[in-house]
């Protein structure tokens, strides 16, 4: 396939990839208070912070996975997508007011005011590891696996250094700053790059109705039966919710974004707009695995699906910049992950061990963090190869590894009889109940459950455990500080009078019951 890659493709990629890492070194400006380091000195405004928040979600990995997947399975994949926007426009109304009143730099932080420091550390070590070997090592896989289509001489573990450090390069230097910069034109161009495929691949397969006549029904459809292997629409009720909570509203790469907004409208407002930017993948990423089915319907392994569009779809030119953007979509999600990680080591590990460090020894170890994680995520990454599908990879994870971080988020905030010490045995307990049924599930194969009712049972199990320890263990009740960050129908309904004083544009709840009825639209369009 590399041989369809002209000399203006390789000029028109490298030429791209190489501006957006020079766009982000140039941005990189001496970081000197962690603040400034880590959440770009809290003034960000709603278009960085959307955009941002579509560049980092939508990595190589996820363009990979999601056209594999509806290749594989249908387009029922999109539902992790149409959830998002339903999981966002909850986070804006009920989780992120508090959030941002915290003026907390870290989702475990946040988790620490509300329990104690037991929560913290618990959640800190989880997602730490969930961005390194998930997030980071994903998006690095994917990065290579196009790479080594063009040059299949080259070594996958070579491929993955490169782009390694390519991330890398500007994400020590200049910290969430930069990361946020080169994110806006990355996901500018990526949507833009994404919608250009999509065309071709439609024209290339016949036109829409030649696509929605001859695609096989089962893969028209989101709602499937409780059987699918793909989304049975049991786990799609109880399953994908509850990972798309932890995946926007709880995960350090993704709410390290709206933690830099400015304040809770541009944070609203940016949450808001990225979930507008999530109604089109439909049409510029899932669908287009649907015209790979007509058109390529031998391909050995669905992760080779968007490849072979880019590469065999577009023409010269245009495939070029694609490649370069889908490479670059690499660069800035690892480089997401690396601040993440890197905050989540310095703020929450280093910092609380060592509380009288100055201002610029923390950002040297955010420094040193950053170059440590990146060296992880690039070891792991080529093992990911030996696995079936990158999407199931990706998502089965979280199955197993997030509940205990749900239940406790979720009944934080609503329940004001959840303790410290309730919570921290809650985070063992459900710790080991997810690696026993992994191993019951996954390895040995004694049960087989599907990982989106796995979501459901363990988070009912840690549920029981949270009460049950919260209610016999003898530990304090919830001081005033952690009751502040609790949800409370006095300080909705004064936001609503506030609220009702403004023309109805300007409410972000008119906003978010417009964006979800826009996604009820497509998802009756499509059951």
């Not at 000195?41 to 955009?51: Q, Y």
């Not at 996958?156 to 994400?171: D, F, K």
């Not at 786990?235 to 933690?259: E, I, K, S, T």
């Not at 989106?452 to 003898?474: E, K, M, Q």
């Amino acid at each position: 396939m590399g041989n369809r890659v002209s000399a203006i493709d390789w000029t028109i990629a490298a030429a791209y990839l190489g501006a957006l890492v020079l766009y982000g070194l140039v941005s990189s400006r001496r970081s000197r208070s962690p603040a400034d380091y880590f959440l770009a000195s809290r003034s960000a405004r709603w278009p960085t912070i959307g955009l941002s928040l579509i560049a980092s979600n939508l990595s190589s990995s996820a363009l990979v996975g999601l056209a594999g997947g509806a290749y594989a399975f249908g387009i029922s994949v999109y539902n992790y997508e149409w959830v998002a926007i339903a999981v966002l426009a909850f986070f804006c109304v009920f989780l992120l007011p508090q959030v941002l009143a915290s003026r907390v730099f870290t989702m475990p932080e946040f988790l620490e005011r509300r329990y104690d420091g037991r929560a913290r550390t618990w959640l800190s070590a989880i997602t730490l590891g969930l961005n390194v070997f998930v997030d980071g090592a994903g998006a690095l896989y994917s990065g290579a696996l196009v790479c080594r289509l063009l040059r299949p001489e080259w070594p996958l573990a070579t491929l993955t250094a490169v782009l390694a450090c390519a991330a890398g390069l500007y994400t020590v230097v200049g910290g969430l700053r930069a990361v946020l910069r080169t994110e806006v034109v990355q996901g500018t161009v990526l949507v833009a790059g994404a919608a250009g495929v999509a065309w071709f691949a439609f024209a290339a397969a016949g036109g829409w109705h030649a696509v929605m006549s001859h695609a096989p029904p089962d893969h028209l459809s989101l709602i499937r039966p409780h059987a699918d292997p793909s989304v049975p629409w049991p786990g799609l009720v109880l399953g994908v919710p509850l990972l798309g909570f932890y995946y926007w509203c709880a995960n350090q790469v993704m709410v390290q974004r709206v933690l830099s907004a400015r304040d809770l409208d541009e944070g609203r407002t940016g949450a808001l707009f990225a979930g507008l930017l999530k109604l089109p993948v439909l049409v510029i990423l899932v669908l287009p695995g649907i015209c790979a089915l007509l058109l390529y319907p031998g391909l050995g392994r669905a992760d080779l699906v968007y490849p072979t569009l880019v590469l065999e779809a577009l023409p010269d030119g245009l495939r070029g910049l694609v490649v370069g953007a889908f490479l670059a979509a690499t660069v800035t999600s690892v480089a997401s992950m690396l601040n993440s990680a890197a905050t989540l080591i310095t703020m929450d590990l280093a910092h609380r061990a060592l509380p009288g460090l100055p201002d610029a020894r923390i950002v040297t170890i955010g420094r040193l963090a950053t170059g440590a994680c990146l060296v992880v995520a690039m070891a792991w990454a080529p093992q990911l190869e030996q696995l079936p599908s990158l999407w199931q990879y990706l998502q089965a994870v979280l199955a197993y590894v997030v509940p205990p971080i749900v239940v406790l988020f979720v009944a934080g905030l609503f329940w004001r009889g959840a303790t410290a010490d309730g919570a921290s045995l809650t985070f063992a307990l459900g710790t080991l109940c997810g690696a026993a049924l992994f191993v019951a599930n996954g390895v040995l194969h004694l049960v087989h459950i599907h990982f989106l009712y796995v979501a459901p049972l363990l988070c009912a199990v840690d549920f029981a455990i949270l009460v049950a320890a919260s209610r016999w263990s003898g530990g304090r009740a919830p001081g005033e500080q952690a009751l502040a960050l609790h949800w409370s129908r006095a300080a909705f309904r004064a936001e609503s009078e506030r609220l009702s004083s403004l023309p109805g544009w300007r409410s972000y709840r008119v906003r978010a019951v417009a964006l979800l009825l826009a996604t009820a639209v497509v998802v009756f369009a499509f059951r």
